[in-house]
């Protein structure tokens, strides 16, 4: 009987410590709203990869999960658009970075607005996908990159929608073309 007690413990044990060995290195997400539609549906689940950018840089192109600090504080996800020292603009139902138009089969219809932003140092701008019904940074400005939870990396939820998230640069991609 003793035996069977420690073999329960030690499976209990490893179980917890695969847990937040997991929890450390990933988070898990819902997706609450329609800003990122066609691409993130409401109700879909994701895994948030944390550690992202404290091993790598990001790009234009990744989706990002980010405390947002307005009252009450949650979080957002949404695309990374521009990096510090970008110029992005947005005109004519295009969005343009360093005067380069973004190629961007994901949006769910071209910006019905325009301005033009100059991203800090240490901030990202990011938009939504489904830019006409986002609150993004052209409503509430940057994101500090300090506020950066991770990339999202997989659609785990429902069952048969999930995928991985990739993570092209935009920038670069539409400069090839």
């Known amino acids: 009987m003793l035996g069977l007690i420690t073999e329960i413990f030690k499976t209990v044990l490893f179980a917890v410590l695969l847990y937040l ?47 947002h600090n307005r009252q009450p504080p949650e979080d957002y996800i949404k695309r990374v658009i521009g990096l510090p020292g970008d110029r992005v603009r ?7 970075v360093n005067d380069i138009p973004l190629i961007e089969p994901y949006l769910a219809e071209p910006p019905a607005y325009s301005g033009v932003w100059e991203v800090p140092p240490n901030s990202l701008f990011v938009l939504g996908d489904n830019r006409n019904r986002s609150s993004d940074s052209r409503i509430w400005g940057f994101v500090p990159m300090s506020d950066v939870v991770g990339r999202a990396v997989l659609i785990y939820w429902p069952p048969g929608k999930i995928r991985l998230l990739s993570h092209t640069d935009l920038l670069a991609q539409a400069a090839a073309r």
């Open 21 to 67: 060995a997991i929890s450390a290195v990933t988070d898990r997400v819902r997706v609450e709203n329609i800003s990122m539609q066609p691409t993130l549906n409401e109700g879909e689940l994701l895994v948030v990869y944390k550690l992202a950018y404290r091993f790598g840089e990001p790009h234009r192109g990744d989706i990002i999960v980010f405390h």
């Open 90 to 96: 947005v005109e004519g139902g295009q969005v343009y």
